[in-house]
């Protein structure tokens, strides 16, 4: 699984103003991954970054359902009882769904049958893809590289480049011919010199900023917990009492991701 955060933002977060220290990087590193497991799991979805779904809706007798992933970025192929079925154009018989409706969370998305039911037997199938992602964004090769300025969350995970007449570029490792590209963690895409000035069409996905900060936030309070093991309070001087928060998942991490939460049955 993908951490959810990167090494260098969690030391900004722990780390006192304008220090700089590698003393702890791999403990860092550690919770960075213990953290970004078990957020996942709280949330109780497989992955944040796009995937291909392929899923059958839970039983029932009402023309519609809701798919279990989201934001669902595209539809590929609904069957009932194994055969195709087209997308409604709002009037005929097909399926309908809404699209993402573009805020950061999103909401799980229901699909709706026009002119068919569902019956108390697995009839559905639907093959879609679902992820945190921005699609085909519009930039233009400089000096051979692209440095996404990724508004919604940092970048977790290429999805593809094209040109802007829709032909795919290469990705490759390194050194890029014409029609080709890297790409690193950190969001920046290398080009030949040759594309210089072309238009390309980028899309990635990314961890929601939140979602990240909570992870940030959860890696800092269990650095500091290695100092204080099990203690719920200190004295000062008899003067100063500091209370502790012993809870699995503090309050304030948890009001964080429970809008991304997957709450309905399974």
Not at 117 to 144: I, K, S
Not at 150 to 157: A, L, T
Not at 223 to 247: C, D, F, H, W
């Amino acid at each position: 699984m993908a951490a959810l955060t990167t090494l260098a933002n969690v030391k900004q977060w722990v780390l006192p103003s304008g220090a700089s220290s590698d003393t702890d990087d791999t403990l860092l590193t550690r919770l960075i991954s213990a953290c970004s497991a078990a957020i996942i799991s709280y949330l109780q979805r497989p992955v944040l970054t796009l995937a291909d779904y392929t899923e059958n809706p839970r039983h029932g007798v009402q023309p519609a359902f809701t798919l279990r992933n989201w934001p669902v970025t595209s539809i590929s192929s609904v069957t009932v009882n194994g055969a195709p079925i087209a997308a409604s154009n709002g009037n005929s018989s097909g399926w309908y769904a809404p699209e993402w409706d573009g805020t950061m969370t999103g909401k799980p998305q229901r699909v709706v049958l026009k002119g068919y039911a569902l019956l108390p037997t697995d009839n559905v199938l639907v093959e879609y893809e679902a992820g945190y992602a921005v699609l085909n964004e519009p930039q233009t090769v400089a000096t051979g590289t692209i440095t996404l300025t990724q508004p919604f969350g940092n970048w977790s995970q290429d999805e593809g480049v094209t040109y802007t007449n829709g032909m795919a570029l290469t990705k490759v490792p390194s050194a890029p011919a014409q029609g080709q590209y890297t790409c690193s963690t950190a969001g920046v895409y290398g080009f030949n010199a040759a594309d210089d000035n072309a238009g390309v069409l980028v899309s990635y996905s990314y961890t929601p900023s939140d979602i990240e900060q909570a992870c940030i936030e959860w890696v800092g309070e269990r650095y500091n917990y290695k100092g204080r093991p099990g203690m719920t309070s200190q004295s000062i001087g008899g003067v100063e009492t500091s209370a502790y928060n012993l809870k699995g998942m503090p309050d304030f991490i948890a009001g964080m991701l429970e809008p991304y939460r997957k709450a309905f049955p399974l």
